[in-house]
């Protein structure tokens, strides 16, 4: 497969993970964080804020790979 193509395959499943992420966190907050202290609040939105990259860094790496007749 083509870089183009595992690039066009990649940007389209990482908008639709991070539509689906955000819904899920933001759902999570709502039903459990409501009556929390603000400073599991603060934490909760910092970890979910910046944990959605962890799933998608092979994702990226496999779209970065180079073409297999580059040399």
Avoid: H, N
Wanted: positive net charge; glycine residues 4%; aromatic residues 10%.
């Amino acid at each position: 497969m083509r870089r183009r193509t595992r690039k066009l395959i990649g940007a389209v499943t990482m908008l639709v993970f991070v539509c689906v992420y955000s819904l899920v966190a933001m759902m999570i907050a709502q039903g459990r964080l409501q009556e929390a202290d603000k400073i599991w609040q603060d934490l909760y939105y910092a970890v979910a804020g910046l944990a959605w990259i962890l799933p998608l860094m092979p994702l990226i790496r496999w779209m970065e790979r180079p073409d297999p007749d580059e040399a």
